[in-house]
């Protein structure tokens, strides 16, 4: 069974740092593009970053990019989002999913993880 356990959120003061991972199990982790999606109160989920099977590869929204870092570690099938000067539009609940930039997410969102920077 696929599962998908975000952790790492919180509540971070505008310009902070939050680090979130994203635990993995019930399939060949490193056989799949994973993405981190976020869903803001009252608005559509979006993809914030993706990264390819091995990690060569990463693609980021132009929300944040320059902000935003994406990594992942095969022998450990963990995703991470390393999140650098954050802003109050980054408030949003935090998902990571199997999938790419190019191709729809693949299977159930887990719980994710919410993140809200506020002063």
């Known amino acids: 069974q696929v599962q998908l356990v975000e952790s790492g959120g919180g509540l971070v003061q505008p310009g902070g740092s939050l680090r979130l991972s994203c635990a993995t199990s019930g399939f060949t982790f490193s056989s799949y593009e994973m993405s981190w999606y976020r869903q803001a109160l009252g608005k559509e989920r979006e993809l914030v970053a993706s990264?390819?099977?091995?990690?060569?590869?990463?693609s980021y929204a132009d929300s944040v990019k320059g902000r935003f870092t994406i990594s992942r570690d095969n022998t450990k099938g963990t995703l991470s989002l390393q999140m650098n000067s954050l802003k109050p539009e980054d408030t949003a609940v935090y998902y990571c999913?199997?999938?790419?930039?190019?191709?729809?997410?693949?299977?159930?969102w887990g719980q994710g993880t919410q993140v809200t920077v506020s002063s």
């Open positions: 990264i390819s099977t091995r990690g060569g590869i990463l």
């Open positions: 999913i199997r999938g790419g930039p190019y191709s729809p997410p693949s299977g159930s």
